[in-house]
């Protein structure tokens, strides 16, 4: 079994690299010269050139959302890496860091070669995009998106591809295969997020019903909360469970790896504006209000259960008050943001126990009741405090009659994530004989029996 399982995995790169090779626009590599001789043919004056290419761009706005992007990348490397990276047990820490890092190169190449196309672009289908933009065939330093390069708009668009699937790690940690972790976020990438992507943000059929997803309350967090859930109890839990749990190796490094996600989500939320505007300056600001609002609910009710504030308490209710805000960051005003940020840090904190103790799911670092929960709640809360306490509106008759949008949208992701991450964990459990690691590699450490290298030498 060990020298098949050797032969199968370059195998399988080879044909993944054959049919990426063979799925190339025939013209991608034409289109320099196409440009050129799109020159030499324009009847246009030199002098007017220039002139139109200076009034659709506005500098303001691409610089804002080049500042944006890096700063969601930013969440992922370093952020959620040293966040997840402190929670688990000091000789796991470097597969989790390996794990983010990983995904970070995967989901890049993926959204190149068909992701955004299918996600972003127009297609006849209100279920899938189009695929005229494969390898980005088409996209040119001419290109525009509004006001801005679509250059930019693309590697926007991928940073928020990298950090959903990064986010189910917090799930598995300490105990999955690193070849099926890989092939499982390609495979959910492309059956889940990329479809969901569409519906939600590409004109897809839930775009056409209202729905309210500003950066990604139902497209990343109800979606990577769910797989998180369902990959837990597919893959089982660490031994010792529930009895016997380990504390975070280093409450430092999770705080570290915490305010970079506080400051990076600044770019995630604000910079899904589209635009230096009046709306990234709201969402900014209740962004950072939820955020610091659900912190302090979290320790409170922390403090009281336990008789002392906890740093990673604090820190988590604080992860807890951005996923929630997010679908709503977009629509709310500072009040209604203050409301999410109680509601998130109350109801979050609870479901985390909910999640262990009732339903014995070992969710590692709490993907589930974090930013599944976390996420849900912030969409459904938008129907009514977009249109209260200083809402910044929604484009329906009724807050009811969006709250039944609200819940479709939900309901359609959850159960997409849901149904495909089972039927991705059983192929792949067919195909690398089982994803977890085996006893004696669990007890040992992934860092030395996955990677052979040590996080700390001591």
Not at 8 to 36: K, R, Y
Not at 170 to 184: C, S
Request: aromatic letters at 10%; charged letters at 10%.
């Amino acid at each position: 079994m060990k020298l098949k399982y050797k032969i199968g995995v370059p195998a399988l790169l080879f044909a993944i690299a054959g049919f990426l090779f063979t799925s190339i626009p025939t013209g991608i590599f034409a289109q320099e010269p196409a440009a050129a001789a799109d020159v030499a043919t324009d009847t246009t004056s030199a002098e007017e050139a220039p002139e139109e290419e200076v009034s659709s761009l506005d500098s303001g706005n691409t610089a804002w959302m080049i500042t944006a992007t890096a700063l969601v990348l930013f969440m992922t490397l370093p952020g959620l890496a040293l966040f997840y990276g402190g929670l688990v047990q000091s000789k796991n820490v470097l597969s989790v860091l390996m794990h983010c890092f990983t995904i970070a190169c995967l989901m890049s190449i993926v959204w190149i070669v068909c992701g955004y196309s299918l996600a972003l672009t127009g297609g006849e289908s209100k279920w899938i995009g189009g695929t005229t933009q494969f390898f980005l065939g088409g996209v040119t330093e001419e290109s525009m998106n509004g006001d801005f390069p679509e250059s930019v708009w693309v590697i926007f668009q991928m940073t928020f591809a990298i950090i959903t699937p990064a986010l189910i790690v917090g799930a598995f940690v300490e105990r999955m295969k690193f070849v099926p972790m890989m092939l499982f976020c390609v495979l959910w990438l492309l059956i889940v997020y990329v479809p969901v992507c569409y519906w939600v943000w590409g004109g897809g059929w839930l775009a056409e019903k209202g729905v309210i997803d500003f950066a990604g309350g139902i497209v990343v967090h109800a979606t990577a909360g769910a797989a998180a859930l369902v990959l837990a109890k597919m893959l089982g839990p660490r031994t010792g469970f529930p009895t016997k749990l380990n504390p975070p190796h280093s409450p430092g490094m999770v705080m570290t790896g915490a305010a970079m996600l506080w400051v990076g989500w600044f770019g995630f939320n604000a910079g899904s504006a589209a635009a230096a505007n009046n709306d990234a300056g709201m969402a900014m600001l209740v962004t950072h209000i939820s955020a610091a609002t659900a912190s302090l609910t979290w320790m409170f009710i922390e403090w009281r259960k336990t008789g002392k504030p906890g740093l990673v308490g604090i820190v988590t209710g604080m992860v807890a008050g951005l996923a929630t805000i997010t679908p709503a960051s977009g629509n709310v005003g500072p009040q209604g943001a203050l409301i999410i940020g109680i509601a998130a840090g109350i109801v979050c904190y609870f479901a985390c126990g909910i999640v262990k103790e009732s339903l014995k799911i070992d969710d590692s670092l709490d993907v589930f009741a974090v930013h599944g929960v976390g996420g849900i709640l912030g969409t459904l809360l938008v129907s009514f405090l977009g249109t209260s306490l200083g809402g910044q509106g929604i484009n329906a008759e009724t807050s009811g009659a969006q709250f039944g949008i609200q819940v479709t949208g939900v309901v359609a992701a959850v159960v997409l994530s849901v149904v495909a991450s089972v039927v991705i964990i059983g192929i792949l459990n067919a195909v690398c004989g089982g994803i977890r690691v085996s006893d004696e590699e669990e007890i040992n450490g992934l860092d030395q029996s996955h990677h052979g290298e040590k996080g700390y030498t001591l």
